[in-house]
T-cell receptor, first 115, second 113 residues
Framework: DAMVIQNPRYQVTQFGKPVTLSCSQT?????MYWYQQKSSQAPKLLFH???????NEADTPDNFQSRRPNTSFCFLDIRSPGLGDAAMYLC??????????????FGPGTRLLVL | AQTVTQSQPEMSVQEAETVTLSCTYD???????LFWYKQPPSRQMILVIR??????QNATENRFSVNFQKAAKSFSLKISDSQLGDTAMYFC??????????FGTGTLLAVQP
C-alpha cells in the first residue's frame, strides 16, 4: 500500500544535541510537509517542500531545518533541541495541484522527547 | 487570512447514537476544499471526509456526512451509529489556493459504551 512512513516512531535526545527525523513516501507526491504537534493541539506547519522548492513558515525557529534529497525522502533537522521542542512531529504529503486544495496524507508521527 | 473555528473542545456520545461536530471558517476565496481529519489517541491522523466548495451536494462516507453551508461558512460533521472506534480528536481543516491546510483547534469526541 502506498503510504507515508516516519522513522523512528519515538526519539529521545539530549538538550542541545542535534537530532534528525526522517520521512519517506511511496505516493510519489510532489509536496512534503513537516508539522509540530503538541498535546491536544492542532498541528502547526513548520515548512513544506513543493518538489525542490523550500517554503518556510514565518514563525518557524531557525533551530529547525529541512532537507529533501529526492522525491521520496524528507528530513527534519533540529540543530539544538530545547525542552520546548518536545512534541509529536508529523510528516504529510500531497499531490500538489496548481490551485492547491489538495488532500494531505499523514504519517504516523515521531514523538520527540528532550532530556 | 483564512481561519477555522471549532467551538466544541470536547463532546461525548453514547454508542449507536448520532453526534454532530461543528466547524465554521472564514475566507475570501471562492474555490477551496474543506476536510475533517480524525486522530485517535496515539495514532495516525487520517482523512474522514472532504468537500469541494463548488459542489452543492454534501459529501458522505458511510456513517460520516457533512452539512456544508457555503453562504454561512459552516461545515459540520455528522457521525451516525457512533462506534467506540470513533473516539478521537477531530480536526476541521481548510485547503485554499496555497498548498497548505488551516486547521481548527479540534474537538475531542468520546464514545461511551
Amino acid at each position: 500500500d502506498a503510504m507515508v512512513i516516519q522513522n523512528p516512531r519515538y526519539q529521545v535526545t539530549q538538550f542541545g544535541k542535534p537530532v534528525t527525523l526522517s520521512c519517506s513516501q511511496t505516493l510519489n507526491h510532489n509536496v512534503m510537509y513537516w508539522y509540530q504537534q503538541k498535546s491536544s493541539q492542532a498541528p502547526k506547519l513548520l515548512f513544506h517542500y513543493y518538489d525542490k522548492d523550500f517554503n518556510n513558515e514565518a514563525d518557524t525557529p531557525d533551530n529547525f531545518q529541512s532537507r529533501r534529497p529526492n522525491t521520496s525522502f524528507c528530513f527534519l533537522d533540529i540543530r539544538s533541541p530545547g525542552l520546548g521542542d518536545a512534541a509529536m512531529y508529523l510528516c504529510a504529503t500531497s499531490r500538489g495541484g496548481a490551485e492547491g486544495q489538495e488532500t494531505q496524507y499523514f504519517g504516523p508521527g515521531t514523538r520527540l522527547l528532550v532530556l | 487570512a483564512q481561519t477555522v473555528t471549532q467551538s466544541q473542545p470536547e463532546m461525548s456520545v453514547q454508542e449507536a447514537e448520532t453526534v454532530t461536530l461543528s466547524c465554521t471558517y472564514d475566507t475570501s476565496e471562492n474555490n477551496y476544499y474543506l476536510f475533517w481529519y480524525k486522530q485517535p489517541p496515539s495514532r495516525q491522523m487520517i482523512l474522514v471526509i472532504r468537500q469541494e466548495a463548488y459542489k452543492q451536494q454534501n459529501a458522505t462516507e458511510n456513517r460520516f456526512s457533512v452539512n456544508f453551508q457555503k453562504a454561512a461558512k459552516s461545515f459540520s460533521l455528522k457521525i451516525s451509529d457512533s462506534q467506540l472506534g470513533d473516539t478521537a480528536m477531530y480536526f476541521c481543516a481548510f485547503g485554499g489556493a496555497t498548498n497548505k491546510l488551516i486547521f481548527g483547534t479540534g474537538t475531542l469526541l468520546a464514545v461511551q459504551p
